[in-house]
């Protein structure tokens, strides 16, 4: 157990170093487009020049790698161009926010998702079974942008029930998570379901359980101590590696709905080349991506004693 | 004189064998309707200049409601116009040439590079497979937009751009996919005849152990050129797309949105495009995979 964590840990590291030299390598192709998005497109060449000078952009790629690892490494993410502020600054507050809303989205599609999953695993091929897969199909061919719009149709203009931007301007309001939070359900719980309903259905077809109905217990009975036990175990994993996906979900929707999170940061950064500022965020997303996998291999050992480390 | 003396059964032809493969899809109905929908949007793109009522990019009365009638009065907006007049229903239609020339272009360009890696990891196994299955878990261990957008906001907004971006985010995924299968099929007695042969490597991967994956590909393929659309809508919804004034789909609910709250008519009609092509490709793999799992 503990050389697993020892060999995951290395690999994150490993990781991590990896994929900032690429972020960095891959921003070195445009350098002077910096100073232009932080100057303006009407900056003169000198200006620019100045201003890549003043800031350091001159000094060979290495050495502005370097000087940035070990900054980060002791806990100093650099200034951020965009915003003017250190990268901490924003990046905390943002990461929260996301993880609020990327929290209640995940729970409310894996509860969902759980539940059609068992209904439609129960009996393979039947009605429900069939009215479960189409309605995943049907739900995950809408893409995040789209069901945005439709839903801010439906509860926005036509029954003026809920806000159509979740800005927080004036503190933090449930009312306006609604929206975002039924756009990344939808978008994710139908993936969830299908797992969970191939997992049931797989468990239904063992020999325990068709002892356990021949023998006379209750169905429900059948599908609650002996099924759910065993069909729960794959779908835990696919949650958790739903994360990483929900991340990009995520900029999506903080995007059509002005959410201040983690995407929408992201997202600013990218567009405007803001090195420091992506480097961290992509330090955060390698993490979390790594962090969920480990935990789903961990508690999958956990869940189903068969399988051991190796 | 010796090809003569052993009896071969005739093998139909390619084209044919094709058809009935694609024929097998009408025995699920999901597929069949999935199918239905692609025909339809292929129609609809290949036909775009009989089918549009209007130009794409001329413009009339700005923010027509559906059924509006045009600026002489002569034609009919069925599904009304945008903010600057221009004929959402052509739009419409005239995107669809777009959708359908990128994603596919660009899905069959993620296999041309990720079948190879994948072919040369699971076959070659060792250092071959540890350096491209590290870097393979590198780039997935990123979110999928992240490395879109990255890449897009880098080296700018252009379809030779969005080609690029989805073979270098799709390629690892395929890589994996690939290995897998061949990890599997190496071990098969008609691979190791074509060893004893003396067969090249490339030889053995591409065309003993490549047709033999072909199943599980092709379902993936499907699934993957749904995501693609996803892809291209969401970019062009970000504003990373297809430069304008061009008809997008995503660009045109990117530009349309702000008014969604007053005029969501504007935005709604692309979305629903988008996704039911989305929904056709989406259709077709489950309904491939069905009719696949059956024999």
Known sequence: ?????????????????????????????????????????????????????????NDAAVWRYLRWLGNFVIGDFGQSVRFKVPVSEVLWPRLANTGILGGIALFFASLIGLTLGVIAGMREGGGRDRAVSVTSILTTSVPEFASATFLISIFVFQLQLLPGTSGMAEGF??????????????????Y???????????????????????????????????????????????IMLQINWLLSGVIVVEWAFGYKGFGALLYEASLNQD?????????VAVFVAVMTQTLADIGYTYLNPRIRFS | ??????????????????????????????????????????????????????????????????????????????????????????????????????????????????????????????????????????????????????????????GSNIVIAVTFASAPGIMRIVRGLVLDLRNREYVFAAETRGETPWRIMLVEILPNARGPLIVDACLRLGYVVITIGTLGFLGLGLPPPD???GGMVSETRQFAM????????????????????????????EVSMRD
């Open chain 1, 1 to 57: 157990m503990l050389i697993f964590m020892a060999r995951r840990f290395g690999t994150m590291v490993l990781t991590m170093l990896v994929v900032s030299i690429l972020v960095f390598l891959f921003l070195e192709i445009n350098v002077e487009g910096v100073a232009i998005k932080v100057l303006g497109p009407y900056s003169s060449q000198e200006q620019r020049q100045i201003w890549l000078e003043a800031n350091g952009y």
């Open chain 1, 173 to 190: 309001d449930l009312e306006q998570l609604i929206l975002p939070v039924m756009v990344l359900v939808i978008y994710d719980f139908g």
């Open chain 1, 192 to 238: 969830i379901a299908r797992m969970t309903r191939a997992s049931m259905a797989e468990v239904m077809t063992t020999h325990y359980i068709r002892t356990a109905i021949l023998k006379g217990l209750p169905y429900g009975q059948v599908i609650r101590q002996h099924a759910l036990r065993n069909a729960l175990i794959a779908p835990f994993t696919v």
């Open chain 1, 275 to 283: 090195i420091y500022l992506i480097e961290a965020c992509a330090m």
């Open chain 2, 1 to 158: 004189m010796t090809d003569q003396a052993v009896s071969v059964p005739r093998r139909e032809s390619s084209v044919l064998r094709f058809a009935r493969g694609l024929a097998l899809i009408r025995e699920s109905w999901v597929g069949s309707v999935g199918l239905a929908i692609i025909v339809f949007w292929a129609l609809v793109a290949i036909f775009a200049d009989v089918l549009a009522p209007f130009p794409p990019n001329a413009t009339g009365a700005p923010m027509t409601l559906p059924g509006g009638p045009s600026l002489d009065g002569s034609m009919i907006h069925y599904l009304g116009t945008d903010q600057l007049g221009r004929d959402i229903l052509s739009r419409i239609i005239f995107g669809s040439r777009q959708v359908l020339f990128y994603a596919p272009l660009a899905t069959f360009c993620a296999y041309l590079v990720g079948i190879p890696m994948g072919l040369a990891a699971g076959y070659r196994r060792g250092l071959t497979d540890d350096v491209l299955s590290f870097f393979a878990n590198v780039i997935l261990s990123f979110p999928v937009l992240v490395l879109y957008i990255l890449i897009i906001a880098t080296i700018g907004a252009s």
């Open chain 2, 247 to 249: 008809p997008d789909w």
């Open chain 2, 262 to 289: 007053f005029m969501p008519h504007m935005a709604i009609y692309p979305c629903i495009a988008i996704s039911s092509l989305v929904l056709g490709f989406n259709l077709l793999a489950d309904g491939l995979r």
